[in-house]
């Protein structure tokens, strides 16, 4: 089973719990001060790189052809996969065919990317879109329409 992930806010003293939630799961372990632990640390996103994020798969649905009938989450993924967008390239062999490369679009998720792994790959996107799908609009311009998006 996968750890549980505990978030902490920065302070001039450390780090402090964020919340109650996480200062029970701190008790649950049994730190105790001068206790040596391993932690992998990184800001979280800004909520507005994750809603944008959303909001170009929303609007590609929504007005892009070849998205028909998708929802937000599928339109992001097949984008990385034809982009090459924040993807992991498995490398492997199949009987009678030879060498086989898979893509596996990374998690979007809010706590997987920090700040500047999500505004690259919100860049990223738009820049694909522009490129496959919008050629009479720029990067820039996809951004701000998805920024501005509202789905009804």
Known sequence: MASKRIFFRFSNNGLLPADSW??????????QNGDIVSAQLWKLNNPAF???????GQLCASN???????????VI???QLE?????????????????VT???PRSIAFDSMDDGERHELASSL??????????TL??????EMAESFVND
């Open 22 to 31: 996480a200062a029970s799961q701190l008790s649950e372990k049994r730190f």
């Open 50 to 56: 994750h809603r944008l994020i959303h909001r170009i």
């Open 64 to 74: 892009i052809e070849a998205f028909e009938g998708m929802d937000a989450h599928r």
């Open 77 to 79: 993924k097949r984008i």
């Open 83 to 99: 982009g090459n967008i924040a993807c992991e390239e498995i490398i492997g062999t199949l009987p009678k065919v030879g060498a």
């Open 102 to 104: 898979w893509r596996i």
């Open 126 to 135: 738009c820049r694909h879109i522009a490129k496959q799908y919008w050629p």
């Open 138 to 143: 720029n990067a820039e311009q996809i951004e």
